[in-house]
């Protein structure tokens, strides 16, 4: 299953997130495949997609960043293949 994560950061813990993703970089269990990540410009909010069979794998994987970092995470279909699949038939 496809996970899409929204994340924000507060101006006042920018230097520690930088800091963590420098030393450590993403943290990501196995069993988690990484699509892709992205950060907005000029705002403290990224986004990123993975795919797991696990979902407890998310969220073990979102730990190692909340305390310096919000999360919103959304299981997501893939609108042509799944959804539509699903609305036709």
């Known amino acids: 299953m496809l ?14 997130v930088i800091k ?3 030393e450590k970089g993403v943290m990501i269990p196995s ?16 986004f990123s997609v993975a795919e797991t069979d696990d979902p ?5 994987a979102n730990m190692a960043w909340n305390d310096i ?8 279909l893939d609108t042509e ?3 539509l699949g699903l609305l036709k038939g």
């Open 56 to 60: 407890k794998l998310i969220v073990q």
């Open 81 to 83: 293949k799944d959804l």
């Open 20 to 22: 963590r993703r420098l």
């Open 31 to 46: 069993g988690i495949r990484r699509i892709g990540e992205w950060t907005a410009i000029g705002r403290r909010v990224g």
């Open 3 to 16: 996970f899409v994560s929204m994340y924000s950061w507060d101006k006042e813990k920018r230097d520690e």
């Open 69 to 76: 970092i919000d999360y919103d995470i959304f299981p997501v």
